[in-house]
């Protein structure tokens, strides 16, 4: 590790072979806590490259637990977090709206790290169970249109550095890692990411896969499209801004989309959403989250028409339904 550290210190960047090595012996535990702190530190003073990316990617995929849900038409919502905003469970909630849509989701979330309620934080609460066996994880896609993928029951580098993580309290590279390593292998992805460089980044690797995808950053560093802000979108059909006015929707307040200060308000927000009873800024972000996922499966409808079809989905209640068919199972 001293080696390694010294080569950051030098500010040299690693090749994806070395990235791979380097994340592989963080997930068999060689190094100690405070080597990996230190790593983790001096890691994110700067940017991450292509090959760093990958090689990572690479390291997680080869040692994550794999699950085959039998199906190629899943889709997966989920955003790097780290982007320091504290929203409510945006993209988690979009996911059931997707699912109540009767599409296919595999969601793959964590605890907060850098925010006080990730998507794991607010299931567990609100009766989630969580599990790596696939019998039950294909069930719960069949009944439920939706499973929810815990990472560290799946990626032993996460449950290896999951308390260093808390204790530093910032994001790192595995922010960047999350939406990569979906251990069922989406062939449909949005993807948040908190900043155009990294949006670059990720663009770059998924012109590479066969991943049907879209890449959103909202211009003011929000993981989502938050309706504060324009936002930004990287697909198959190229790098586009899309105006919120032009969507017709009036811009937000940064306010209206704060998520709770504990777990327990978080998911009093959640439930609100669900039932119908939340702010019509919490309805319609949700929602326009959920139509850019939509329209991530299919890219020949309208943005409009997808915005409906997940409109449909939350008034009728089938995301509830979504929802509660999850959490029983």
Do not use: W
């Amino acid at each position: 590790m001293k080696k390694i550290l010294n080569h950051l210190f030098e500010h040299k960047t690693f090749t994806r072979e070395q990235s791979k090595e380097i994340l592989t012996a963080i997930a068999q535990g060689k190094y100690n806590n405070s080597q990996m702190a230190a790593f983790m530190t001096a890691y994110c003073m700067r940017s991450i490259t292509v090959n760093e990316l990958e090689g990572f990617r690479d390291a997680m995929l080869e040692l994550c637990l794999p699950i085959d849900l039998q199906t190629d038409q899943i889709i997966d919502l989920c955003g790097t977090g780290g982007d320091g905003k504290d929203t409510f469970n945006i993209s988690t909630l979009a996911s059931f709206v997707v699912a109540g849509a009767g599409y296919k989701v595999a969601k793959h979330g964590n605890y907060g790290v850098s925010s006080g309620c990730g998507s794991s934080n607010v299931m567990e609460f609100l009766g989630c169970t969580f599990t790596n066996d696939t019998g039950k994880l294909k069930t719960d896609i069949d009944n439920a249109n939706i499973c929810f993928l815990h990472a560290p029951l799946f990626h032993p580098a996460m449950k290896t550095v999951a308390p260093i993580r808390r204790e530093l309290g910032v994001k790192t590279f595995f922010n960047m890692l999350g939406p990569l390593v979906n251990p069922a292998k989406p062939k449909n992805q949005l993807v948040g990411v908190f900043n155009l460089e990294l949006a670059r980044v990720y663009a770059y690797l998924y012109q590479k896969s066969d991943t049907k995808y879209t890449i959103v950053n909202a211009l003011e560093g929000y993981d989502e499209v938050s309706l504060t802000c324009d936002f930004k979108t990287f697909s198959g059909d190229g790098e586009k801004i899309n105006s919120i006015e032009a969507l017709g929707f009036e811009k937000l307040d940064p306010k209206d989309i704060l998520g709770g200060s504990t777990v327990g308000e978080s998911a009093g927000i959640f439930n609100k959403v669900l039932n119908n009873e939340a702010t019509n800024a919490q309805n319609n972000v949700v929602l326009c989250n959920a139509a850019l996922a939509i329209k991530t499966i299919n890219s020949e409808k309208s943005f409009a028409d997808c915005f409906y079809e997940a409109e449909e989905s939350l008034i009728s209640k089938k995301a509830l339904k979504s929802f509660k068919t999850l959490v029983a199972n």
